[in-house]
Structures are given as C-alpha cells and as structure tokens.
C-alpha cells in the first residue's frame, strides 16, 4: 500500500466515478482501475461496488475512507510544520519593554537580531507592565518583558528571575549608612514610580509597613537627574540606575528586615503555533536577559555578609522599640 494509492482511492470517493477520477487525475481509467483492485487485494475486503454510472462505497470502503483522509491530513500537517521551522524567520515583530528594563536590554536585542536575523524588523514600544500586559491581550505587542504579572489563560509567561528593589539615594560618607530598616524606610520620603510603589507596598503591608511616597513620577530619567543632584530618595529596582551605582554616581541601599523585589518573566500570547519571528525574537530577548542577569547588572553590589547585615537590622529594629518600664513587685 502506497500513498499515491490511498490519494487516488480518496480522489475516486470524493467524484463517486473512476472515469472522473482519471480525467481530473490526468491518468488512464485501467491504471487507476488496477490500483484500486491492488488496495482490495491487499485489504482482503472490497471497497467500491461498480455501477453503471460512477461507482458506490462499501460499508468496509467507507471505513477505510476515513482512515485515508486522516492519514493524509496528518501527512500535510506534517509538511507544514517542517516546512514552516525551515523557514528564514521575517517580518515585523513588536517588542514591548519597561522603561527600567528598555536601555538595559535593546543593545544587545536589536545587535543580535541584526546579526542572526536580519528579515526581521523590530517595532519597540516602552511603556509601564501594565500597559504592556493590556497590550499583549489586544494583540498590539507580539512579546514583553513584565513585571509582577498577573496570571492569564490568555498568555505564556517564561519566568526570568527576580530582582531586588533598593532605596537610592546621592552616595554618603563610607561607614555612615549600609541598609535601610523597614521602620527607617517607613520614616524616609522617596520619590517613586507607580507601578513599583505597588509592588513595594505590597510586600512590606505584610510586615505593617507603609512607604513615606513624597512624588509618583513615571520618568525615570527624570528620577535619575533628582538623585544625581542630590534632591531627595527613590526606591526602584536594582537595576534602573546600575551604571551610576556601579560608577559611584548613586548609592543603593538594601532592605535588611525584608526580601523585596520583583519578578521579572517574558510574556506572548497563549497560541497554539506563534510566528516563526516571534519565537526567534522571544528567545534572543531571554538569552540577553539571562546575561545581563549573569553579570551582575540585576545584584546589588554589596561587600556586606548577608548574616552580618540581618544581624544588624535586627538590633537597629530593637533600639528603635520603645522599652517597657518594670513595674516594682
């Protein structure tokens, strides 16, 4: 049994006529003749009943009809597939990022889909997760990088890894300051984003703590000139100004008493089979992430011993309590 025999048999069910067949197969009426006595001597069943116009299935040809179609759909869908990751990948593939993550990542994005894939036009939008997650939704983004994301049936996330959110401030005198308390942070005005006020507060109202919010300000540019010229505190996430931290220009400082951060992960829609561009777009983005994450650009950079800081977190947290006067027996 042959595939093109299985084709002309479907050929010949779906004209109900041999002599059809032939004529729209190109072919001459014994030779298709033969290949269906060929398949019934094989099968050991007969599978047409010859009339004097056309001809009519048997129950058994009926049967077999529905196993020649499936295994022709499955060999067609086989071809696509590998006809299809074949492909150059090309087109226009739309990138959205978080203005903290955005000059972080395009360099090494847009040289790499240069080099491996130059059919593919890039398209970057920079706007906050939640923006960028509504627009994955509407289809107005093919692939983002989110934080904090909600879940959604309706979309694929890659988790990344999580980053630590600092307090940022002009840097300080060696020895003077190391971390924050969270009581110390409660007490500190800090310009923030909106987005990440969310994320901060959050995670902190757990432990009975709020921020001191002194201006919500969706530039972060504009936050980055504030603390170069020393006016004021910002908590951000690590990453946002690691240049003028790991150049001195701006000092970041821990949270000792709680692990605060955010949760970074790339996102598509949920479908079945994305575009060829897309999946090679999305994979370069995560390997970019993944080295930046490797080279410290998401860590704090920190000479202090984790257990030395807790440590004195924890006795910064127990001078600030109010002491409890012991009543005479």
């Not at 006809?83 to 087109?91: F, I, K, L, Y």
């Not at 923006?131 to 959604?152: E, H, I, K």
């Not at 600092?166 to 500190?188: D, H, M, N």
């Not at 605060?260 to 598509?268: C, N, T």
Request: charged share 25%; net charge positive; hydrophobic share 45%.
């Amino acid at each position: 049994m042959d595939l093109r025999s299985i084709r002309y048999f479907v050929q010949i069910a779906d004209l109900g006529s041999i002599t059809r067949a032939a004529a729209h197969l190109s072919i001459a009426q014994p030779a298709l003749s033969r290949h269906v006595r060929s398949l019934e001597d094989e099968l050991g069943v007969q599978l047409l009943v010859r009339l004097p116009r056309g001809v009519r299935l048997t129950g058994a040809g009926r049967q077999f009809l529905d196993h020649c179609r499936r295994i022709l759909r499955e060999l067609d869908r086989a071809r696509d597939e590998l006809r299809s990751s074949a492909e150059v990948p090309s087109g226009r593939v739309i990138l959205g990022l978080s203005p903290t993550v955005g000059p972080l990542l395009l360099p090494g994005v847009i040289e790499r889909v240069r080099r491996q894939c130059p059919q593919i036009t890039l398209k970057i939008v920079e706007w906050f997760s939640a923006q960028l997650y509504d627009a994955l939704l509407t289809g107005r983004v093919d692939v983002a990088v989110l934080t904090n994301a909600p879940p959604s049936r309706a979309l694929k996330f890659t988790p990344l890894f999580s980053e630590p959110i600092v307090i940022l401030a002009r840097p300080q005198p060696r020895g003077t300051r190391r971390f924050y308390t969270l009581p110390e942070l409660s007490k500190t005005p800090v310009v923030t984003s909106e987005a990440i006020r969310h994320i901060v507060e959050e995670q902190i109202s757990r432990y009975g703590w709020r921020l001191n919010v002194e201006a919500e300000i969706d530039a972060i540019e504009a936050i980055r000139q504030l603390l170069l010229r020393g006016s004021g505190t910002s908590i951000l996430p690590v990453s946002a100004f690691h240049n003028d931290i790991g150049e001195g220009r701006i000092a970041a400082f821990q949270i000792a008493d709680a692990n605060v951060h955010r949760i970074l992960v790339l996102a598509q829609q949920a479908e079945r089979t994305l575009p060829a561009a897309v999946e090679e777009v999305s994979q370069i983005v995560a390997s970019e992430m993944n080295a930046l994450h490797d080279i410290g650009v998401f860590s704090v950079p920190s000479s202090i011993p984790a257990i030395e800081m807790v440590r004195d977190a924890r006795r910064a947290a127990a001078e600030a309590a109010p002491r409890q006067k012991i009543k005479p027996l």
